[in-house]
């Protein structure tokens, strides 16, 4: 079975400062990789996904992430953070074998000093 | 396009109580899934319907079921509620295969 692990639970960083939001995933196969930001009290938001081909991948509020297949890594980054990207980000991972299921990590809370 | 959309989006049960969540996919979005959020387990999957069929079932107890109506329109209930069962209940659609998740707002559940 896939799982996928978020090592930060909590993240801070200042406005204008990169970020770096890491994601680890166990899985034989390649795996389909999502991003999903989670605002308080709302649903979740795709911000990028992985299915295959290029390993860069561009997604929205100019965020990026990166597929290593060696590191079983899929990376979220942002050059510079905005207050308003205070939220949950949530890794997750899908698979043929698993039909639609996706396998969520536990997520990283990002806050925003200004 | 309209999003997903969930109903009601808050809901107030006691104990032993039972409770139906519905789901409204996107246009032209034949699968639905369902996943429920706590603060200690995450966000972890329900079940999955598709062509109202259910393809996928995670690992919950049979006190939660679903089912997907000929429009695509799902529910979910769960009969005898325990405190437990409080979470917030995230619904998603897609076309079919590989293909991209979309979630509604979620319905709020809290069981006294």
């Known amino acids: 079975a896939q799982s996928v692990t978020q090592p930060d639970i909590h993240i801070t960083v200042s406005e204008g400062a990169s970020l770096e939001l890491r994601c680890n995933y166990s899985?034989?196969?390649?795996?389909?990789l999502f991003w999903y930001v989670q605002s308080p009290g709302q649903g979740l938001q795709l911000l990028l996904k992985?299915?295959?081909?290029?390993?860069l991948v561009q997604g929205i509020k100019g965020f990026e992430a990166e597929f290593k297949r060696s590191q079983s890594s899929f990376n979220l980054r942002k050059p510079s953070v905005h207050w308003s990207d205070a939220a949950e980000y949530f890794c997750?991972?899908?698979?043929?074998?698993?039909?639609?299921?996706?396998?969520f990590g536990g997520g990283t809370r990002l806050m925003v000093k200004p | 396009k309209a999003g997903v959309t969930q109903t009601p989006r808050y809901l107030i049960k006691t104990r032993g109580q039972q409770v139906t969540l519905s789901c409204s996919p996107i246009?032209?979005?034949?699968?639905v899934s369902w996943y429920q959020q706590t603060p200690g387990q995450g966000l972890q999957f329900l079940f999955e319907?598709?062509?109202?069929?259910?393809?996928n079932k995670g690992n919950f107890p049979g006190r939660f079921s679903g089912r997907q109506f000929s429009n695509s329109r799902s529910e979910m209930n769960v009969s005898t509620l325990e405190l437990g069962d409080s979470a917030l209940y995230l619904c998603?659609?897609?076309?079919?295969?590989?293909?991209?998740?979309?979630f509604g707002p979620g319905t709020r559940l809290t069981v006294l």
């Open positions: 997750a991972v899908g698979t043929d074998n698993a039909g639609n299921m996706l396998t």
């Open positions: 899985y034989g196969a390649t795996p389909y």
């Open positions: 992985y299915f295959s081909g290029d390993t």
């Open positions: 246009s032209g979005h034949r699968s």
């Open positions: 319907y598709f062509s109202e069929t259910q393809r």
């Open positions: 998603a659609s897609q076309k079919q295969g590989r293909d991209t998740q979309y």
